[in-house]
Every structure is written in structure tokens, then in C-alpha cells.
């Protein structure tokens, strides 16, 4: 049984250029979470979405952040025209329809570097 | 909106105990949980309180006082692989969604 898998692992992108992170949930799983981290803090909420809808994007910048979940394939969070400052590791988890009586499992990550 | 406040840092020996703290405020309130994260990998989860009381789980505890909105994880017996960033986490009853503290980073020193 799978783990939250996310992928690429790594990324390097150029300022100005399009990121597209990918996320697959656990199997069973309908709900996804995004988060974003910097060296030595905390996980910054984004979105949480279920299939085909987006529950919660209190966390997403107004511009350029977007994020999806569709009925088939993975959840995809994409940044357009990335700046320095969008360097981070963001971390996406998956859960049941409710996290509310369970645990929620983080996949490895992506690492995005903006050069 | 959403706050947690967690120490940033605790430093213990191994074999002993500690305490993490965290103070939550949030305008909706389900229930508060606590991840463990290594090195910047993945966080798992440790433990999970919707009601007041104690939860323990082999060498870790999790205390939650809802009319405090306070809760604390305790971990007893340290070892070196306890070594790591703790994240306490409130679940939101109005959305449902996640929001974490900034983490306590704990160093057990042999």
C-alpha cells in the first residue's frame, strides 16, 4: 500500500518560469492538504482540497499559486512565473473524507530551488 | 483565524522527560494532534486529542485542556532518535482543514 507520493523530488527552476508539483494521496484517500516550509519553521497551511473541489485556499497567494484535484490523477499545485522567493519545500498530505477522527500522511516533498 | 504558540526549542538528556507545550486559538475547534518531523522529511503523526484528558502511546502522551486551549506532549524516556522538530496541529471544525504551530525543535544530548 503506497504512501503519499510526490514528485519531483527536487526542482530547479528559473525566475520566471512555471513550477507544476504533483501530488498522489494514499489510495482511499479523497482529501488533500499543501503546505510550505522554509529552512527551521513551520508548515505554512495553502489548500486543502477534496476531488474536483476546493475546500479551504485561505493559505494561497492571491497571484500566481494554483491548485487542483482532479476526479482522475493527481493533486497538482502550480506556481507561475516563480520568484527567489518561492524557494521552499512544500509538502502535500492526504487524509479520508475526514481528518477529523484520523491522521493525515505527508509524502517526502518537493524541494523547488528558484535561481 | 488560526494561532498555535509552541517553545522553539527544548534541550534534554537522554532518559528523561519532557514536556512540549502548545496554545492554540482558532475560531472553530475539532481537535489538536501532534507530528514528528526528522531532518526536514517527512512529519508523521504521533498523537491526537478531541477530548480533554490524557492520551498515551507507549513513550509519549498528549494532553488537551479545551477550556484552556492548551495542550502539551509528553515524552517520556527520551533517546537520541527523539532528536527532532514537534509540530502541534489544530483541526478546524469549520472547514476541517489542518493549520500547524511554527514546531519545537528538541536536541536530546546524551
Known amino acids: 500500500n503506497a504512501g503519499v507520493m510526490q514528485n519531483p523530488r527536487h526542482l530547479v527552476r528559473r525566475r520566471g518560469q512555471e513550477a507544476r508539483l504533483r501530488c498522489s494521496p494514499m489510495?482511499?484517500?479523497?482529501?488533500v492538504y499543501w503546505y510550505r516550509q522554509l529552512p527551521e519553521e513551520g508548515l505554512k497551511f495553502m489548500v486543502y482540497?477534496?476531488?474536483?473541489?476546493?475546500?479551504?485556499e485561505s493559505g494561497m497567494p492571491k497571484e500566481r499559486f494554483s491548485a487542483e484535484f482532479p476526479k482522475e490523477g493527481p493533486s497538482i499545485l502550480r506556481i507561475q512565473q516563480v520568484v527567489r522567493g518561492d524557494s521552499a519545500a512544500y509538502f502535500c498530505a492526504s487524509s479520508p473524507p475526514t481528518v477529523r477522527d484520523t491522521e493525515a500522511f505527508f509524502g517526502q516533498g518537493t524541494r523547488l530551488t528558484v535561481v | 483565524g488560526q494561532s498555535l504558540e509552541q517553545p522553539s526549542e527544548v534541550t534534554a538528556v537522554e532518559g528523561a522527560i519532557v514536556q512540549i507545550n502548545c496554545t492554540y486559538q482558532t475560531s472553530g475547534f475539532y481537535g489538536l494532534s501532534w507530528y514528528q518531523q526528522h531532518d526536514g522529511g517527512a512529519p508523521t503523526f504521533l498523537s491526537y486529542?478531541?477530548?480533554?484528558g490524557l492520551e498515551e502511546t507507549g513513550r509519549f502522551s498528549s494532553f488537551l485542556s479545551r477550556s484552556d486551549s492548551y495542550g502539551y506532549l509528553l515524552l517520556q524516556e527520551l533517546q537520541m532518535k527523539d532528536s527532532a522538530s514537534y509540530f502541534c496541529?489544530?483541526?478546524?471544525?469549520?472547514?476541517?482543514?489542518?493549520?500547524f504551530g511554527q514546531g519545537t525543535t528538541l536536541q536530546v544530548k546524551p
Open positions: 496541529a489544530v483541526i478546524s471544525s469549520n472547514t476541517g482543514k489542518l493549520i
Open positions: 489510495k482511499g484517500h479523497s482529501h
Open positions: 486529542n478531541a477530548l480533554d
Open positions: 482540497l477534496q476531488k474536483e473541489n476546493i475546500i479551504d
